[in-house]
């Protein structure tokens, strides 16, 4: 069965960080972007994060500043995102999706995803 995993997630006071992972089972990531979205709230799902592999590379959305970082260990097997100056409007639920088709033309856009995970929460507050 595919499945993906988030985990890390947590509550953390403004100004703090954690590292949220995706795992897989059924499959390797070594050879999906990853893409890392997150839904607040009463919002729409955004796209935050997108980890590629052919070519490698990552996209970021402009409401990240420089905040978060994706990667991935050396096996492939796990993308990490690092989510640093946590403030109280990035809580939200946190997901990961995979997809192994290339030369899609929005990270950003769900759709893009064949599979999803079923989000990891990240609460921010004093």
């Known amino acids: 069965q595919v499945q993906l995993v988030e985990s890390g997630g947590g509550l953390v006071q403004p100004g703090g960080s954690l590292r949220l992972s995706c795992a897989a089972s059924?499959?390797?990531?070594?050879?999906?972007?990853i893409g890392w979205f997150r839904q607040a709230p009463g919002k729409e799902l955004e796209g935050v994060s997108c980890?590629?592999?052919?070519?490698?590379?990552?996209y970021y959305a402009n409401s990240t500043e420089g905040r978060f970082t994706s990667s991935r260990d050396n096996a492939g097997d796990l993308v990490f995102l690092e989510v640093n100056e946590l403030q109280p409007e990035d809580t939200a639920i946190y997901y990961c999706?995979?997809?192994?088709?290339?030369?899609?033309?929005?990270?950003?856009?769900?759709?893009?995803?064949?599979?999803w995970g079923q989000g990891t929460q990240v609460t921010v507050s004093s």
């Open positions: 059924g499959f390797t990531l070594r050879y999906y972007a």
């Open positions: 999706a995979a997809v192994r088709r290339t030369g899609f033309r929005n990270w950003a856009d769900p759709r893009t995803y064949d599979y």
């Open positions: 980890s590629l592999v052919t070519p490698k590379g990552e």
